[in-house]
Every structure is written in structure tokens, then in C-alpha cells.
């Protein structure tokens, strides 16, 4: 499967922004789907996850109740809708997918999209 984000841009601290990925080549509905971001000099970090079937979603601390991600199998898409963004979140975001579950570790993703690059100015 290929995966490609969309969304990205300059916002300022406080503003919302939405990312898409869009999967083509396979079935995005018999992947469990996540979102991982990585700033400038810091590791690749988990940020959102869902399951296959959209029921189940998981969220670091640093952003859970900031960040929502959801999905649309029909429309082989997911999204990341981010609210009161902080400059810390400034990163290139990355969606990605799995075969079975959800992963929190970069290591254990099966795929990954190119990223989307967000900016937040303070």
C-alpha cells in the first residue's frame, strides 16, 4: 500500500489544522492506521493511532485532547484533525499502517507515507 499525507502549512499558535493520508494500491480498511510527527534534531514520535475498524484510537499524552484522528474506509483515507496547535508541535508528520494493530513504535510500522511538514508559529 501507498500512503501519502496532505494538509500541512504554516499556522499560528492556537489555530487548527487537518491532515489527510490517503492510501492507493490496497485496502485501507485491513490496516490499523497511525500518525507520527518528527521535529528538526528529535526522533520520530507516535502522535495518534486507530484501529482497523475506526472503534478504537490512541493518543500520546502531549496531544490527547488536542488531536483527533478518524477515518473513512470507503474513501481509503484517514485524517488528523489538530486543535490549539503549539509551536512544539512543528514537524514533519507521517501517517502509517499495519497489518494487525496499532503500533506506538516507529520500528514496528509496516508502512509509511511520505510526510506532510506543519508549522506553528508563536
Known amino acids: 500500500v501507498q500512503l501519502q499525507a496532505f494538509g500541512g502549512g504554516l499556522v499560528r499558535a492556537g489555530d487548527s489544522l487537518r491532515l489527510s493520508c490517503a492510501a492507493s494500491?490496497?485496502?485501507?480498511?485491513?490496516?490499523?492506521m497511525g500518525w507520527f510527527r518528527q521535529a528538526p534534531g528529535k526522533e520520530r514520535e507516535f502522535v495518534a493511532g486507530?484501529?482497523?475498524?475506526?472503534?478504537?484510537?490512541y493518543y500520546p499524552d502531549s496531544v490527547k485532547g488536542r488531536f483527533t484522528m478518524s477515518r473513512d474506509n470507503a474513501k481509503n483515507t484517514v485524517y488528523l484533525q489538530m486543535n490549539s496547535l503549539k509551536p512544539e508541535d512543528t514537524a514533519v508528520y507521517y501517517c502509517?499502517?499495519?497489518?494487525?494493530?496499532?503500533?506506538?513504535?516507529?520500528?514496528?510500522?509496516?508502512?509509511w507515507g511520505k510526510g506532510t511538514l506543519v508549522t506553528v508559529s508563536s
Open positions: 502509517a499502517a499495519n497489518r494487525f494493530t496499532v503500533t506506538v513504535i516507529p520500528n514496528g510500522v509496516d508502512y
Open positions: 486507530i484501529s482497523r475498524s475506526g472503534t478504537n484510537t
Open positions: 494500491g490496497g485496502t485501507l480498511g485491513v490496516y490499523a
